[in-house]
């Protein structure tokens, strides 16, 4: 089936420590985006993807980081810079960034990121 | 500038009763589309139903149906029956077909309904 897997589902990191979440999707899909979730909150921006090699800033880049050097893979980086990255991050698919009329975003599951 | 509100932080509703959960937007845009997802307690983000802004008639997914009032840029959704099942964040978000947010989802906050057996 396809879909978009999101690893690792739990991660810890320490102070002064990137880490990387991976978003692997099959769907075929061109544009992908990371959100961040803070409890009891919405959805929120931090980087998108139209195309390969081609990213842009969503509302919340600062501290973050990625790359998008394969069509099906868009990591995310958490850097040290990040002073407050406890929260919920969801990848996000769908086959063109372009006009999608009734298209949805496809959603992974999620990784849960907490600073030890 | 979009912005999504959704003005109920939490609903109750009765097992197999009706329930209303409101949604109000603001752009300037003339061409936009807005969606409602769902989100358990597993954090997962599932799709449930689309409006687009130049659809005349109401969308209806199942259980679920949009009440689309554009002159008032309300998008309420409605989930009739509701089950056990449906207790989850309930979030409505917003869609640019053109410009420079294009294509970017803009969320509302949630509301978080309970269904009580």
């Known amino acids: 089936d396809g879909g978009i897997t999101q690893s690792p589902k739990y991660l810890f990191r320490k102070e002064g420590q990137n880490v990387t979440l991976s978003c692997e999707q099959n769907?075929?899909?061109?544009?992908m985006y990371w959100y961040r979730q803070d409890p009891g909150q919405g959805l929120r921006l931090i980087y998108y993807?139209?195309?390969?090699?081609?990213?842009q800033k969503g509302d919340i880049a600062e501290g973050y980081s990625v790359s998008r050097e394969k069509k099906e893979s868009f990591p995310l980086t958490v850097t040290s810079a990040q002073k407050n990255p406890t929260a919920f991050y969801l990848c996000?698919?769908?086959?063109?960034?372009?006009?999608?009329?009734?298209?949805?975003?496809?959603f992974g599951d999620g990784t849960r990121l907490s600073i030890l | 500038a979009q912005k999504i509100t959704q003005t109920q932080p939490g609903m109750f509703v009765q097992e197999k009763e009706a329930v209303t959960l409101d949604c109000t937007y603001d752009?300037?845009?003339?061409?936009?589309?807005l969606f409602w997802y769902k989100q358990p307690s597993s954090g997962e983000m599932i799709f449930l139903i689309y409006?687009?802004?130049?659809?005349?008639q109401n969308a209806t997914e199942g259980r679920y149906s949009l009440n689309f009032q554009k002159a008032r840029k309300s998008a309420n959704l409605v989930i009739s029956a509701s089950q056990l099942g449906d207790s989850a964040m309930y979030f409505c978000?917003?869609?640019?077909?053109?410009?420079?947010?294009?294509?970017?989802?803009?969320f509302g906050k949630g509301t978080k309904l309970s269904v009580k057996p």
């Open positions: 769907l075929n899909h061109d544009a």
């Open positions: 996000a698919s769908i086959r063109t960034h372009q006009i999608q009329g009734n298209q949805p975003q496809h």
């Open positions: 978000a917003m869609r640019a077909n053109y410009g420079g947010s294009q294509g970017n989802l803009i």
């Open positions: 993807s139209q195309i390969v090699n081609d990213f």
């Open positions: 409006q687009g802004s130049y659809d005349e």
């Open positions: 752009t300037s845009d003339q061409s936009y589309g």
